[in-house]
């Protein structure tokens, strides 16, 4: 499977962006999709996850109350909508996917997911 993340950009602080997660080669239908972001120098960090079939979702502690997950099944996109951006949000945001059905603990793990998108910059002057 082929994952293409797009939507990134600069913006000013308090502005918004929406990413876009499309697959190629298998449809969102099982598993989870999830999103997350690096700096340079810095680990890799959880975002946000979306997991079927129950389309539930988790966020990290940096996206609570600003940043949104969702999908589009008929084309075959999950989508990162990002509101209220900080010159901290300023990173590479990457999308991840996995056929399994990861439990809760493990959404927020890189390993978790196998199939990894290019990356996306997210640029938010101050």
């Known amino acids: 499977v082929q994952l293409q993340a797009s939507g990134g950009g600069l913006v000013q602080a308090g502005g918004s962006l929406r990413l876009s997660c499309a697959a190629s080669g298998r449809t969102f239908n099982k598993g989870a999709v999830g999103w997350f972001r690096q700096v340079p120098g810095k680990e890799r960090e959880f975002v946000h996850a979306?997991?079927?079939?129950?389309?539930?979702?988790y966020s990290g502690d940096s996206a609570k109350g600003r940043f949104t997950i969702s999908r589009d099944n008929g084309k075959n996109t999950v989508y990162l909508q990002m509101n209220n951006l900080k010159p901290e949000d300023t990173a590479v945001y990457y999308c991840?996917?996995?056929?399994?059905?990861?439990?809760?603990?493990?959404?927020?793990?890189?390993?978790?997911?196998?199939?990894w998108g290019q990356g996306t910059q997210v640029t938010v002057s101050s």
């Open positions: 991840a996917a996995t056929t399994n059905r990861p439990i809760t603990s493990a959404l927020p793990s890189p390993r978790t997911y196998t199939s």
């Open positions: 979306i997991r079927w079939p129950d389309h539930s979702t």
